[in-house]
């Protein structure tokens, strides 16, 4: 079994910066493929970022790309979203998730195994 621990939400004016570390129980941390997902009120979630289990390979949703960078930290078992030109439209819960199939990297949230509860972030105008 995996936990995910998601936090570093908050706060932020636009045009700021936050990131979102999550934190991994699990000896297999390295072996798995990992991403970041969000929900805003009233719309269904949406994939972020991710990133594969060698951390070579990244891919990110149109929306954010050139804004966010997923990376990894083996030996603190975390995934990190930082974040930077934060709009008022990035308002959401962020959701770290974990997929342990070997799949490389993954963008369909329907493949990923387990999920952290989520940190919400909320970027005024």
């Known amino acids: 079994q995996v936990q995910l621990v998601e936090s570093g939400g908050g706060l932020v004016q636009a045009g700021g910066s936050l990131r979102l570390p999550c934190a991994a129980s699990?000896?297999?941390?390295?072996?798995?493929?990992m991403g970041w997902f969000r929900q805003a009120p009233g719309k269904e979630r949406e994939f972020v970022a991710a990133i594969n289990w060698s951390g070579g390979t990244t891919t990110y949703a149109d929306s954010v790309k050139g804004r966010f960078t997923i990376s990894r930290d083996y030996a603190k078992n975390t995934v990190y979203l930082q974040m930077n030109s934060l709009k008022p439209e990035d308002t959401a819960v962020y959701y770290c998730a974990a997929d342990d199939d070997n799949r490389g990297i993954v963008v369909v949230a329907d493949w990923y195994d387990y999920w952290g509860q989520g940190t919400q972030v909320t970027v005024s105008s």
């Open positions: 699990g000896r297999a941390f390295s072996s798995y493929a």
